[in-house]
């Protein structure tokens, strides 16, 4: 069986691909765990040699994987630059910290001695999407390996080259032989590799529902699982904000891999007395914006990644529109091949409104007037969602007060996008997830939390 990969700005096709057949894959789950039984009694300098040899793979390469995230999903080039040199970061990060992040904790008892040691769980899940085709493989795999685990991961149906590339870094890079498996498969065979008895964890970034099945899946076999899933992050705009800064703000966050993202900022909260001010120079940002070929390097926002994706933002834009929001900017289906769709801008956003319930992946903004701070707290929590939110205002203070204590969210910034680092941790609360990647948080959720004493 086979799946094709499409051009989602031209709507052609590109190549096709064989399917991992579902027979084949108690084998390969069986020759991970032979791997990483040799792999678990490896030092870190051996674990972490290969990562430093991936990152500079990705160094020299980069805008070769870049040009072929923007043919399979509509990456624009710019974008998938600083995705490759973010997994090439991840690499150089867990090389050089894994070993302190996993470092023996020593503590006070009654007894002789006592300590806490983290150890690999064994073959370790991932299931992955395809709005960041390479990133989001780093991100889970890098930190399973450096602690010591083997990786298999379920990519995205679209992005099959971008599987195929991920898999070939590494084996360049010379990590041993079945460690990392990045299969393409069929979305029905996830719950056979969940419950195979040597899969000891699993990780999935994508949507609800997904999570959900995965969750469900793992639950009942009793294993560890980490879900990343969506987001509708609120952008405040207070009144003393910085209208420039706020604007120029909530528009790179909105349009940033072309809106295809789950801390993208979607809701855009603001005060009433900076609302005509902070619209004006919101829209006219928007509205500047070059949407076009993604393999061009002044494009900020591409095609998305597939036509039904496009026909789905759209319906979500005409029943807000329908129950009364109103748009300042885009809202047309462009005419002409591929899944392009513009930079969208919606006022009057209130609860009830797609564009407020529900995630628009996509260059769709909502703005939502609220009377005053507190309105704006209240709205920015009034949702099922809870991964990221950003606070802006010239108090600086006080923002990172209420994104500290007041906003429900996993993570939160003050007069900034919301973004990744290797060195921060990475997730969500309520409908967006549970779970953490990257940083030590993220090291240490695939790993056996040991108490070792001596009496």
């Known amino acids: 069986m086979t799946i094709e990969s499409i051009n989602p700005a031209t709507g052609k096709p590109i190549a096709r691909y064989e399917l991992t057949p579902a027979s084949a894959l108690p084998g390969i789950v ?112 890098v930190p399973a390996l450096a602690a010591g685990n083997a990786v298999v991961v379920k990519h995205a149906s679209n992005v099959p080259g971008c599987a195929r ?45 997904a999570g959900a099945a995965v969750a469900r899946a793992a639950g009942g076999k009793l294993k560890k699982s980490v879900l990343e899933l969506g987001g509708s992050d609120p952008y405040l705009v207070l009144a003393d904000a910085d209208i420039e800064l706020a604007a120029r703000i909530c528009t790179q966050g909105r349009l940033g891999n072309s809106g295809q993202s789950c801390i993208a900022a979607k809701r855009m909260i603001v005060v009433k007395d900076v609302r005509a001010a902070f619209e004006e120079r919101f829209v006219a940002l928007m509205g500047a914006a070059r949407v076009g070929d993604p393999l061009l390097d002044d494009t900020v926002v591409g095609p998305l990644a597939r036509r039904d994706l496009r026909d789905a933002l759209h319906a979500q834009v005409q029943a807000s529109v329908a129950a009364g929001a109103r748009l300042l900017l885009g809202g047309a289906v462009p005419e002409g091949p591929g899944s392009f769709y513009p930079a969208t801008v919606l006022t009057d956003v209130r609860r009830g409104m797609p564009a407020f319930d529900e995630e628009l992946f996509g260059p769709v903004a909502a703005i939502v007037p609220v009377a005053d701070e507190g309105a704006a707290i209240a709205a920015a929590n009034d949702s099922a969602y809870g991964l990221g939110g950003c606070v802006l205002t010239r108090d600086v203070q006080r923002g990172e007060r209420i994104a500290a204590d007041l906003l429900d969210s996993g993570m939160a910034w003050v007069n900034g996008c919301v973004r990744e680092d290797p060195r921060l941790p990475f997730g969500g609360i309520k409908d967006s997830g549970y779970g953490r990647e990257q940083a030590t948080w993220g090291i240490r959720e695939f790993v056996n939390v040991k108490t070792v004493v001596v009496t």
């Open 30 to 141: 069986e020759r991970a765990h032979a791997a990483f039984l040799q792999w678990r009694q490896s030092g870190f300098a051996e674990r972490t040699a290969p990562l430093q040899r991936a990152a500079g793979i990705l160094r020299r390469n980069e805008r070769e994987y870049a040009q072929l995230m923007a043919q399979e999903m509509g990456k624009p080039v710019s974008n998938g630059l600083e995705e490759v040199r973010a997994c090439a970061a991840v690499c150089e990060h867990y090389a050089e910290h894994a070993a302190e992040m996993l470092a023996d904790t020593p503590l006070t008892s009654d007894f002789t001695r006592s300590r806490v040691v983290y150890r690999p769980l064994g073959v370790v899940l991932g299931v992955q999407p395809w709005n960041w085709p390479f990133h989001q493989v780093f991100r889970m795999a």
């Open 165 to 209: 590339a991920i898999e070939d870094v590494f084996v360049r890079a010379q990590l041993p032989p079945d460690l990392l498996r990045v299969l393409l498969l069929a979305s029905a065979d996830v719950e056979a590799l969940v419950s195979h008895p040597l899969v000891r964890g699993v990780s999935l970034t994508g949507s609800g529902p």
